[in-house]
């Protein structure tokens, strides 16, 4: 059974940093498209970085240059690196897995995990 439990949100002032993990487990992490997700008060959920099997990444426009999404295949755990941060990032994060070695911003996902909270303050 495929778990995702992510950590790491909480309340930054502009211009800070922080920085988001997601546990893995329940299946071959190794294998799979990894990609962290953002859904904001009254908005849709929008694609904000995933990473392949390959270590190939893709971001999304708005976060380009001030997030970084990487994996540990040992610790089965993602991450995504937040700098500069501004209110409009204000979202729940929400890590994802797809069945599959690739990704790109846009690509359907299969697994979720419960989110956690990024807050930024002007």
């Known amino acids: 059974q495929v778990q995702l439990v992510e950590s790491g949100g909480g309340s930054v002032q502009a211009g800070g940093s922080l920085r988001l993990s997601c546990a893995a487990s329940?299946?071959?992490?190794?294998?799979?498209?990894m990609g962290w997700f953002r859904q904001a008060p009254g908005k849709g959920r929008e694609g904000v970085a995933h990473?392949?099997?390959?270590?190939?990444?893709s971001y999304a426009d708005s976060v380009k240059g001030r997030f970084t999404i990487s994996r540990d295949n040992v610790k089965n755990t993602l991450y995504l690196q937040m700098h500069s941060l501004i209110p409009e990032d204000t979202a729940m994060y929400y890590c994802?897995?797809?069945?599959?070695?690739?990704?790109?911003?846009?690509?359907?996902?299969?697994?979720w995990g419960q989110g956690t909270q990024v807050t930024v303050s002007s």
């Open positions: 994802a897995a797809r069945e599959s070695r690739y990704c790109w911003i846009g690509a359907p996902f299969d697994y």
């Open positions: 329940g299946y071959t992490y190794r294998s799979y498209c």
């Open positions: 990473i392949g099997s390959d270590f190939s990444t």
